[in-house]
């Protein structure tokens, strides 16, 4: 298990697919919903990702971006176009859109022809929880992958899948949409002269990289940075300064914020279980030594921090 595993592990789509569309300019698809991270894939033609807060961002045919929400955005054929926006979702009906080769899609009049025609597939992917954030907050508001270093194989699978109406198919679309922002993740991670976060580019060290697979792998040990330069090959001083150095912070301290990533979302998820549960689960033997750490690392209490997740109200002073 490492890193970009244990962040990616949640981003699932399930009947995530919003439809794929035959656009004839002018065209202004405003995607209205959101949604964390969303992906768009230009099958041919071009036009621009045009994001909320943001500069537009053109892509080309046979380009993937990925749009990191909750702020929606508009796929426009040329910036400042002369279309009128029309809110796209769950549904997303206009005349002259163009057609859609999905049922779950855009419903128009059938498929449009001529100069400048564009074929878009958007897909989204919900997102929950802190574990989940941690990518989030690493990716720019829109990212975009050239054709050169994209894989053209899944892209083509995912263009045949469409073209097939056969039992199945909102799941074999969901999984190669999943596959396609997990490929398209790692390829924009790796890009050349890009700066990616510590967590991705120190995942190589043979040291930190390997410290790192270990913390990820057994966040509940009972972790000490001589068990952990042990078990990676080094001194204990060796580990404590290469990994401060590379990730930002000292081995144990990160154990410390990743140990309370992981139990914010037990918190959330496991509605029944006691502080007691979930302190064993993140490695603290009693439920006052995690409930310190949580409130140190996360500013409040795990038992406010689940009362304010399940949107109940505080209870009355006395």
Do not use: N
Not at 143 to 151: F, K, N, Q
Request: charged share 20%.
């Amino acid at each position: 298990m490492d890193v970009f595993d244990d962040l990616i592990r949640g981003v699932r789509g399930h009947g995530s697919l919003f439809g794929s569309a035959v656009l004839s300019p002018p065209w202004a698809l405003h995607f209205v919903d959101g949604a964390p991270l969303t992906v768009c894939l230009l099958l041919d033609g071009a036009g621009w990702i045009v994001p909320e807060d943001g500069p537009p961002e053109p892509l080309r045919a046979r380009e993937t971006a990925v749009v990191r929400g909750p702020g929606t955005f508009t796929f426009v054929d040329e910036v400042g176009t002369r279309a009128e926006p029309v809110a796209c979702g769950e549904r997303c009906t206009a005349p002259g859109l163009g057609g859609t080769r999905h049922r779950r899609g855009w419903l128009g009049p059938g498929e449009a022809a001529g100069a400048g025609r564009a074929t878009l597939l958007v897909g989204a992917h919900p997102l929950h929880g802190e574990v989940s954030r941690r990518l989030l907050d690493a990716l720019p508001a829109v990212l975009r992958l050239p054709a050169e270093d994209g894989d053209f194989a899944l892209l083509d699978h995912i263009a045949a899948e469409l073209r097939i109406d056969a039992p199945g198919q909102q799941v074999v679309l969901d999984r190669l949409l999943d596959w396609m922002l997990v490929c398209t993740l790692r390829a924009w991670f790796d890009r050349s002269g890009g700066e990616p976060s510590a967590w991705w580019s120190t995942q190589r060290d043979p040291v930190v990289g390997a410290a790192l697979r270990l913390l990820h792998a057994e966040p509940a040990a009972p972790w000490t940075v001589g068990a952990l330069a042990g078990r990676t090959g080094v001194s204990r001083a060796t580990l404590a300064k290469r990994f401060t150095e590379l990730v930002g912070e000292p081995p144990l301290t990160y154990l410390t914020r990743w140990r309370m990533t992981l139990a914010a979302d037990l918190l959330v998820e496991r509605e029944s279980a006691t502080l007691a549960d979930i302190a064993r689960s993140v490695g603290y033997a009693d439920p006052f030594g995690f409930s310190a750490a949580f409130k140190r690392v996360r500013g409040t209490s795990p038992t406010a921090y689940r009362r304010a997740a399940a949107g109940a109200p505080a209870p009355a002073a006395r």
